[in-house]
Protein backbone atom coordinates (compact mmCIF):
# COMPACT_ATOMS: atom_id res chain seq x y z
CA UNK A 1 0.00 0.00 0.00
CA UNK A 2 2.69 2.73 0.88
CA UNK A 3 4.76 2.27 -2.21
CA UNK A 4 1.17 2.61 -4.37
CA UNK A 5 1.04 5.90 -2.12
CA UNK A 6 4.63 6.63 -2.86
CA UNK A 7 4.59 5.71 -6.40
CA UNK A 8 1.78 7.89 -6.78
CA UNK A 9 3.12 11.26 -5.11
CA UNK A 10 5.96 10.48 -7.35
CA UNK A 11 4.05 10.81 -10.35
CA UNK A 12 2.14 13.80 -9.12
CA UNK A 13 5.55 15.88 -8.38
CA UNK A 14 6.71 14.80 -11.90
CA UNK A 15 3.14 15.80 -13.48
CA UNK A 16 3.87 19.56 -11.73
CA UNK A 17 7.29 19.94 -12.54
CA UNK A 18 6.91 18.81 -16.27
CA UNK A 19 3.93 21.29 -16.21
CA UNK A 20 6.25 23.77 -15.06
CA UNK A 21 9.12 22.93 -17.13
CA UNK A 22 7.18 23.25 -20.41
CA UNK A 23 5.86 26.61 -19.64
CA UNK A 24 8.64 28.51 -17.80
CA UNK A 25 11.07 29.77 -20.46
CA UNK A 26 7.46 31.82 -21.72
CA UNK A 27 6.59 32.70 -18.28
CA UNK A 28 10.18 33.40 -16.72
CA UNK A 29 8.98 36.84 -16.17
CA UNK A 30 6.01 35.89 -14.13
CA UNK A 31 8.79 33.58 -11.91
CA UNK A 32 10.73 36.31 -11.67
CA UNK A 33 8.65 38.87 -10.54
CA UNK A 34 7.65 36.48 -7.45
CA UNK A 35 10.92 36.96 -5.85
CA UNK A 36 10.25 40.73 -5.39
CA UNK A 37 7.22 40.10 -4.50
CA UNK A 38 7.97 37.46 -1.59
CA UNK A 39 10.94 39.15 -0.92
CA UNK A 40 8.81 42.88 -0.21
CA UNK A 41 6.40 40.49 1.85
CA UNK A 42 9.42 38.99 3.94
CA UNK A 43 11.15 42.05 4.14
CA UNK A 44 8.00 43.97 5.73
CA UNK A 45 7.87 41.06 8.34
CA UNK A 46 11.69 41.49 9.32
CA UNK A 47 10.93 45.41 9.63
CA UNK A 48 7.38 45.94 10.99
CA UNK A 49 8.62 49.64 11.09
CA UNK A 50 9.97 50.23 8.10
CA UNK A 51 8.22 52.74 6.88
CA UNK A 52 9.70 54.90 10.07
CA UNK A 53 13.04 54.43 8.44
CA UNK A 54 13.28 56.88 5.13
CA UNK A 55 10.77 59.96 4.58
CA UNK A 56 10.06 58.28 0.70
CA UNK A 57 7.91 55.99 2.51
CA UNK A 58 6.02 58.49 4.03
CA UNK A 59 2.81 58.61 1.67
CA UNK A 60 2.94 54.74 1.48
CA UNK A 61 2.49 55.00 4.89
CA UNK A 62 -0.65 57.12 5.27
CA UNK A 63 -2.36 54.96 2.91
CA UNK A 64 -2.09 51.58 4.95
CA UNK A 65 0.05 50.03 7.53
CA UNK A 66 3.43 47.52 6.70
CA UNK A 67 1.31 44.85 8.08
CA UNK A 68 -1.40 45.58 5.47
CA UNK A 69 1.18 46.11 2.43
CA UNK A 70 2.77 43.29 3.24
CA UNK A 71 -0.45 40.99 3.51
CA UNK A 72 -1.08 42.07 0.21
CA UNK A 73 1.76 41.54 -1.30
CA UNK A 74 1.77 38.08 -0.40
CA UNK A 75 -1.42 37.38 -1.41
CA UNK A 76 -0.52 38.51 -4.85
CA UNK A 77 2.86 36.35 -4.45
CA UNK A 78 0.68 33.01 -3.48
CA UNK A 79 -1.87 33.73 -6.18
CA UNK A 80 0.93 34.04 -8.90
CA UNK A 81 2.70 30.69 -7.47
CA UNK A 82 -0.66 28.35 -7.91
CA UNK A 83 -1.30 29.88 -11.58
CA UNK A 84 2.08 29.01 -12.60
CA UNK A 85 1.70 26.10 -10.74
CA UNK A 86 -1.78 25.25 -12.15
CA UNK A 87 -0.52 26.33 -15.82
CA UNK A 88 0.07 23.39 -18.13
CA UNK A 89 0.00 20.94 -15.15
CA UNK A 90 -3.79 20.68 -14.98
CA UNK A 91 -4.64 20.32 -19.27
CA UNK A 92 -8.60 20.61 -17.75
CA UNK A 93 -8.49 23.85 -16.02
CA UNK A 94 -8.67 26.41 -18.24
CA UNK A 95 -8.86 29.17 -16.26
CA UNK A 96 -4.88 29.55 -15.41
CA UNK A 97 -4.26 32.44 -17.46
CA UNK A 98 -7.07 34.01 -15.75
CA UNK A 99 -5.19 33.81 -12.52
CA UNK A 100 -2.25 35.02 -14.23
CA UNK A 101 -3.87 38.03 -15.86
CA UNK A 102 -5.15 38.85 -12.21
CA UNK A 103 -1.89 38.04 -10.40
CA UNK A 104 -0.18 40.37 -13.41
CA UNK A 105 -2.83 43.14 -12.27
CA UNK A 106 -2.61 43.07 -8.78
CA UNK A 107 1.48 43.08 -9.21
CA UNK A 108 1.01 46.05 -11.23
CA UNK A 109 -1.59 48.31 -8.76
CA UNK A 110 0.83 47.13 -5.97
CA UNK A 111 3.99 47.98 -7.20
CA UNK A 112 2.82 51.26 -8.98
CA UNK A 113 1.47 52.30 -5.62
CA UNK A 114 5.19 51.88 -4.26
CA UNK A 115 6.31 54.10 -7.26
CA UNK A 116 4.00 56.35 -6.89
CA UNK A 117 4.71 57.31 -3.44
CA UNK A 118 8.11 57.59 -3.81
CA UNK A 119 7.79 59.49 -7.21
CA UNK A 120 5.86 62.10 -5.00
CA UNK A 121 8.47 61.96 -1.88
CA UNK A 122 11.25 62.38 -4.85
CA UNK A 123 9.15 65.43 -6.47
CA UNK A 124 8.51 66.63 -3.03
CA UNK A 125 12.34 66.95 -2.21
CA UNK A 126 12.02 64.06 0.90
CA UNK A 127 13.54 61.02 -1.29
CA UNK A 128 15.80 59.83 -4.25
CA UNK A 129 14.82 58.68 -7.71
CA UNK A 130 16.40 55.58 -7.91
CA UNK A 131 13.36 53.86 -5.76
CA UNK A 132 10.88 55.57 -8.79
CA UNK A 133 13.15 53.87 -11.30
CA UNK A 134 13.65 50.38 -9.56
CA UNK A 135 9.06 50.12 -8.84
CA UNK A 136 8.86 51.69 -12.02
CA UNK A 137 10.48 48.58 -13.36
CA UNK A 138 8.28 46.13 -11.69
CA UNK A 139 5.37 47.77 -13.17
CA UNK A 140 6.67 47.39 -16.31
CA UNK A 141 7.71 43.89 -16.35
CA UNK A 142 3.75 42.92 -15.15
CA UNK A 143 2.25 44.97 -17.44
CA UNK A 144 4.57 42.58 -19.94
CA UNK A 145 2.84 39.67 -17.94
CA UNK A 146 -0.66 41.42 -17.96
CA UNK A 147 -0.36 41.56 -22.03
CA UNK A 148 1.09 37.71 -22.25
CA UNK A 149 -1.30 36.59 -19.81
CA UNK A 150 -4.58 38.46 -21.30
CA UNK A 151 -3.17 37.28 -24.84
CA UNK A 152 -3.60 33.47 -23.23
CA UNK A 153 -7.19 33.86 -22.86
CA UNK A 154 -7.53 35.70 -26.08
CA UNK A 155 -6.13 32.61 -27.79
CA UNK A 156 -8.30 30.17 -25.23
CA UNK A 157 -11.89 32.18 -26.33
CA UNK A 158 -10.88 31.93 -29.86
CA UNK A 159 -10.00 28.26 -29.47
CA UNK A 160 -6.37 28.61 -30.56
Not at 3 to 17: E, H, N, Q, W
Not at 59 to 71: K, N, V
Not at 150 to 155: L, W
Request: with cysteine; hydrophobic share 55%.
Amino acid sequence: MRSVVALGAAMIVFRVYRGIADHFPIRFTEWVMMLPTFGMAAAFKASPDMFAVSPSFDLLGRWAEEATWGLIVLACGVVRLAALTINGTFKGFRFSPHLRFGASLAGIVFWSQFTLGFLIAWLTGQGAPSAVVAYGTFCAMELANLVRSGSDIGKDIRGG
